[in-house]
Each structure stands twice: as structure tokens, then as C-alpha cells.
């Protein structure tokens, strides 16, 4: 099976993916979790069916004039729409959900067909005060779709779903529109029909659209050769309260900073992203993965190092570390089951079959030179075909009562052990200062000639709060991620969850600048309140007290 195989399907609110493909614990994995003080939560999640919500805030005739817009069947008030569009899919998220906490639902959800009526809803919406959350795939794991109710009179999510086209394939230049709203096999399958593919195979790449790739700047798994999608896009269409700005006229240019750059990574704060042209390639005639075993982490981010600084590089690149190879995510039969020991690295090689068989010796010398052990097709192979799986293991470990959550940074190679150190160490200390000592697994894997991201995964047995347990541990590590001078987040994004620590890593000239070209698109502030950028001054004046860039900070 390739990506453009996979099914776009309909999402439970709180199960992640395809219902097709929800799983189960096996047995022995709920024996080894009571060994570990797991305990079944005494609640089990609410039924939705029984959830009931507050009439939506939004005055009905404001409701029929938006309706007149998009036609009456594209604007939808119904609980199962707006429990659908509550937040995204971080754990917190899920277990509010789950929990039945409902207060960041929508009071909304409209469906717009196309720019133009994307644009005509902003007018009304900035009239009216309604706060808009851009809604792609809805997969945000950083409270991105949550924006601030306070001050505005309801909050209306517009679901880009119905913007699903391929609107041009420039087969010449290699490029692709993409209306906002198409998921990620949609557009595989729209674009193999052309004998081309984007290569953007983010985990949730069953979930997210296009729109969220850019609006978040996303990474995918074999960002080591398409790029990430920030790299990918060439052009965008952005509406605003303001008007239409159209970026990108030519691949590259010299005429003032890059306002493309702007768009991407705007989180929904700054306009509503309607189609994005990117830079595709030829379907790859041949996809060849396999791992390495190397004795420790080290060691294998060093032989990482050497290949992507010095080529040549693999499309698909990354290590775990010793507890994440002893522990097989993607595959729950094996889950618990040992590794082979070391770190495992995963190496993916795509291209035309002459390509790939240079790039993969020249790549196979390096490692093995580094000390690396070739394990052959097979575990790169299973790792390919079970990619897409570790998302749904969370919700069993969940209903388990495991708190299970992931987090992600990036640095330079210089501090990238310091960093992984003092993020592990953070985390470890917190949890187990709250009675649930937990397993903290990190891998590498999205690598550049100066750096590298960490992503870590954080299991261990929830407490009577989890929310507020995970809380802690994120504050801790947001924490040690300063300190360490390493990014926030390298793909995740900002959202609500890391606006203030953002804040304070660039600082609050930085933040005024962000706000003053919101103020020009989006003077009412309407697009995503609070999301990104700090609303009020005396969150800006937080982060200037607690030392951004601009103050001397780290
Ligand atoms: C299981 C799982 C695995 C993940 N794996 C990865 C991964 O491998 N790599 C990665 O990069 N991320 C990953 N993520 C995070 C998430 O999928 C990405 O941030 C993705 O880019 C979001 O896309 P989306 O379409 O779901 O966007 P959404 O969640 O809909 O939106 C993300 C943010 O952008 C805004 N927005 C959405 N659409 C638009 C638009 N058209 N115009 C303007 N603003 C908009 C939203 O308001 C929100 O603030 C993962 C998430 C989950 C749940």
C-alpha cells in the first residue's frame, strides 16, 4: 500500500483516523501496564450522544445572512458539528473531550466552496465580532483551534473541507495548486494522476489538509528529501478581513523580504489560506527503506551528521533512541516485545532505480564506515507499512489510563545532546514528582547540515487530573527547552499552548512586529484571538519581563 492507497475518511471527535482501522491493547501489553501502577480510569469517556450544548451565541440572523452565503445546507449548528470542531488532538485536548468539557466548542460551523465566499464571510464575521478559527484538517496538537472567546460576540469554525480541488498542475515547472481543504491522500491521489506526488507524509497525514501544512508549517517523515512543506510552497492565496493578498509570482525573487513567509507559519491569525502552490516531483519509480543498528544514540546522530552534512542523503532519515527501539510503536503485537538492541535508524531512498541505488550506496558507505550495522530491508520496510499506526494506540492507552503524549524541539548538532539531556531530565523529574514515573523515548527525525529536531514520547500511568498532570510536565520542559536555547517547536507549531514561551524566544519586538501586521490585515482581531500571537499587552510585557531576545535573553 503507498499513501495515495489510504482512505480519506470521517473522524470520531476523540478516536483518531479511519474508524476502519481503531484498535485494540493486546493482552499482555494491559499485564506489563499494571506492572507499571496503571490504573483503568474510574471514569470512562462521555458518550457524545448524551452531550448537550449551549445555543449557539451568534444571533440567528446573523446566522441566516452567513447561511445566505455558502447556501443553508453549508452552515451547521448541530452538536455533533460543533463537538466535531472542538479543538484538535493533542492528549489534553482528548481528555477534556473525553471528559466532557465542551467550552471551547464552536458556535458554528460553516463550509465555505470558494475564495470569494471565504472572503464575504470574513466581512460579515468582522462586522458582526465573531472570532474565526480556520479549520483544515483539524489535527492541531498545540491548541491552535481554540482561540480566545473573551470580547467577541461567538466563535464560528470555517471547515476548508469543501475546497478540495486541484486547481492547475504546471507539469513544466513541476508545481501544483491545491485548494486549502484537501487531505493528505486526496492530494496524493489527485496528483499521481498527473504521475507526480507532493512527498509531504506527515503522521497525520491521514488527517491534516494542505491549508494546515502551511498555515503550521509542517514536517513530514521524509522532509530528509522533499523538504518540509514550508520548503515546498512557491505560492498562496490568502483572504483576509482586509482584502486578498496573492503571494508568489516567480520561484524566487529579490524584491524585499519573502512575504510568502509571512502567510506560512500564520496559524490562522492572520488570514485564511485558500490554495497553495507547491512544488511537486515524478511518483518515484523506486522506494527502497532499511535499518541500521548503531551501539547508542550518539553514535548514530553522529552518523546521521556525517550524512546530511556531507551526503549523500536519504529521502527518509531518522533514529530512535535505546527506549524507543526497545519499544515498537507502530506495531502493537510487538509492542514491549525488545528491539534489536542500540538504536534502530530508519533509512528510505526514493527516486528513479539508477538514483536510488547510487544514493543508497554512497549513503550505506557513510554508516557503515560510522559504525553502523546493516539490519537489512525487512525492519525498513515494517516501519514503512506501519507509520500511520502509532496515533491510533493512543486512544487504548488512554481508555487504559496510560497518559501518553509527545513533544518536539530543534537545535543545532553542537547542543543536540544537551538538549535531549535536559528534556528528558525535565520531564523525568516532573512526572516522577507526581507519583507517575514515566518512560520518556525520543527519536531524530528531521535532519539539516546544522541541525536536527527531537521528538519525544512521554508514557507512564495517569493521575485523578491528567490535564493538569501533563501540564506540569509540559511547563517543565517548555522550561528546559529555553534554558537549553533551543526552538520551541520545530513543526508542531505555536497555537495556545507554546504563545508564551514563542514570546519570550523572540522576543517582544518580534511580538509588536506580529501584531502590527495583524492589526493591518485583521484590525478587528477576529482570525484566531490568542492563537500565535500574545492579544493583550500584558502578555507581551510577560514575556519581555521573563527575557525574549530583544532583552538579552537566551
Ligand atoms: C497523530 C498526529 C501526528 C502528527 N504528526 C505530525 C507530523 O508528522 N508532522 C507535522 O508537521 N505535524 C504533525 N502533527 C500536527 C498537525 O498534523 C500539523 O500541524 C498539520 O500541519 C495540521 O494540519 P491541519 O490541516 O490538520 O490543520 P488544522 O489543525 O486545521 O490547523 C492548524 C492551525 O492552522 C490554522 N489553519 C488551518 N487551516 C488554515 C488555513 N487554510 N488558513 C489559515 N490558517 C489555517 C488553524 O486555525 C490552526 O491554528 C500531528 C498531529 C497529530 C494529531
Redesign the pocket.
Given at each position: 500500500m503507498t499513501e495515495s492507497d489510504l482512505p480519506v475518511a470521517d473522524f470520531h471527535p476523540y478516536r483518531?483516523g479511519d474508524p476502519a482501522h481503531h484498535t485494540e491493547l493486546p493482552a499482555a501489553a494491559h499485564e506489563t501496564l499494571a506492572a507499571f501502577g496503571v490504573r483503568t480510569p474510574a471514569q470512562p469517556p462521555v458518550d457524545l450522544a448524551e452531550l448537550t450544548l449551549p445555543e449557539p451565541a451568534v444571533d440567528a440572523k446573523v446566522l441566516a445572512e452567513l447561511a445566505g452565503l455558502v447556501g443553508a445546507e453549508h452552515l451547521d449548528t448541530t452538536t455533533a458539528a460543533r463537538l466535531a470542531h472542538t479543538r484538535?488532538?493533542?492528549t489534553p485536548d482528548l481528555l477534556r473531550l473525553r471528559a466532557g468539557d465542551v467550552t471551547d466548542a464552536p458556535d458554528a460551523v460553516v463550509l465555505p466552496g470558494s475564495h470569494q465566499e471565504v472572503v464575504a464571510l470574513l466581512e460579515v464575521c468582522e462586522r458582526e465580532r465573531i472570532a474565526v478559527?480556520?479549520?483544515?484538517?483539524?489535527?492541531?496538537?498545540?491548541g491552535?483551534?481554540a482561540?480566545e472567546r473573551a470580547g467577541f460576540t461567538g466563535v464560528i469554525a470555517?471547515d476548508?473541507k469543501r475546497?478540495d480541488a486541484l486547481l492547475a498542475v504546471d507539469e513544466i515547472s513541476r508545481t501544483a495548486t491545491l485548494q486549502?481543504?484537501v487531505?493528505g491522500p486526496e492530494a496524493e491521489r489527485l496528483l499521481h494522476e498527473h504521475g507526480l506526488t507532493l512527498g509531504h507524509?506527515?503522521?497525520?497525514?491521514e488527517?491534516?489538509?494542505?491549508?494546515?501544512?502551511?498555515?503550521?508549517?509542517?514536517?513530514?517523515?521524509a522532509s530528509a528529501g522533499y523538504g518540509?512543506?514550508d520548503e515546498m510552497v512557491v505560492g498562496l492565496v490568502?483572504a483576509t478581513p482586509r482584502g486578498t493578498l496573492t503571494l508568489g509570482t516567480a520561484p524566487k525573487s529579490a524584491a524585499g523580504p519573502d512575504l510568502r513567509q509571512l502567510?506560512l507559519g500564520?496559524?490562522?491569525?492572520?488570514?485564511?489560506?485558500?490554495s497553495v502552490t507547491v512544488r511537486v516531483r515524478p511518483v518515484p519509480a523506486e522506494r527502497v527503506y532499511e535499518a541500521w543498528r548503531f551501539d547508542s544514540f550518539a553514535a548514530g546522530a553522529d552518523a546521521l551528521r556525517q550524512l546530511v552534512q556531507d551526503g549523500p542523503v536519504p529521502t527518509v532519515l531518522r533514529l530512535s533512541d535505546e527506549a524507543e527501539t526497545s519499544i515498537n510503536l507502530a506495531d502493537p503485537a510487538a509492542m514491549f516485545g525488545g528491539g534489536p538492541g542500540g538504536c534502530l535508524a530508519v533509512t528510505g531512498y526514493e527516486g528513479s532505480a539508477a538514483e536510488v541505488a547510487a544514493r543508497r550506496a554512497g549513503a550505506s558507505a557513510l554508516l557503515s564506515a560510522a559504525g553502523g550495522q546493516p539490519l537489512g530491508t525487512e525492519p525498513g520496510e515494517s516501519w514503512r507499512s506501519g507509520r500511520y499506526r502509532?496515533?491510533y494506540l493512543?486512544d487504548p492507552l488512554l481508555d487504559a489510563g496510560v497518559l501518553i503524549e509527545?513533544l518536539e524541539t530543534v537545535t543545532f548538532w553542537s547542543n543536540l545532546h544537551a538538549l535531549r539531556a535536559a528534556v528528558t531530565e525535565a520531564l523525568s523529574n516532573s512526572l516522577t514528582a507526581q507519583g507517575t514515573p514515566p518512560l520518556v523515548l525520543c527519536h531524530l527525525?528531521h535532519v539539516y547540515e546544522t541541525g536536527a529536531s527531537l521528538y519525544f514520547t512521554i508514557a507512564c500511568a495517569q493521575t485523578d487530573d491528567p490535564v493538569a498532570q501533563w501540564g506540569l510536565a509540559k511547563q517543565a520542559a517548555n522550561e528546559a527547552i529555553r534554558a537549553a536555547g533551543a526552538a520551541i517547536t520545530?513543526?508542531?507549531?505555536v497555537?495556545t499552548d507554546h504563545r508564551e514561551v514563542y514570546a519570550r524566544e523572540v522576543g517582544p519586538l518580534a511580538v509588536a512586529s506580529l501584531r502590527a501586521v495583524k492589526q493591518v490585515l485583521d484590525p478587528a482581531g477576529i482570525?484566531?484571538p490568542g492563537?500565535?500571537i500574545p492579544t493583550s499587552d500584558a502578555a507581551a510585557q510577560d514575556a519581555a519581563a521573563q527575557g525574549g531576545q530583544a532583552e538579552g535573553g537566551a
Open positions: 483518531w484538535g488532538w493533542s478559527v480556520p479549520y483544515s484538517g483539524g489535527t492541531s496538537v498545540v491552535g483551534l482561540p470555517f476548508l475546497l486549502a481543504g487531505r507524509f506527515p503522521q497525520s497525514y488527517g491534516a489538509s494542505i491549508g494546515g501544512y502551511a498555515a503550521a508549517r509542517s514536517a513530514g517523515q518540509r512543506f490568502l502567510v500564520s496559524e490562522g491569525s492572520l488570514g485564511v489560506i485558500t502509532a496515533p493512543r509527545t527525525s520545530h513543526h508542531h507549531g497555537g482570525l484566531n492563537v500565535l
